[in-house]
């Protein structure tokens, strides 16, 4: 079965601003990839999935 129907790169590199929150796409079918836009929400209704963004916030750069 392959999830990504719509050939999307499978690896990316997004730099975040601290303090900032972003939502990306783990259903593979939002127009905005690689952020999540709700279309998971009709895909799990469709199917019976249940999955949803992941949800990231953007912390202080850690000190070696």
Excluded: L
């Excluded at 392959?2 to 730099?15: A, D, F, K, L, Y």
């Excluded at 199917?47 to 750069?61: E, K, L, M, R, S």
């Amino acid at each position: 079965m392959t999830i990504n129907v719509n050939n999307q790169p499978e690896r990316h590199i997004e730099t975040i601003p601290q303090g900032k929150t972003v939502a990306f796409c783990r259903c593979w079918r939002s127009e905005k990839f690689p952020y999540c836009d709700g279309t998971h929400r009709k895909y799990s209704a469709e199917t019976g999935d249940n999955v949803a963004p992941v949800v990231v916030t953007a912390g202080p750069p850690e000190e070696e």
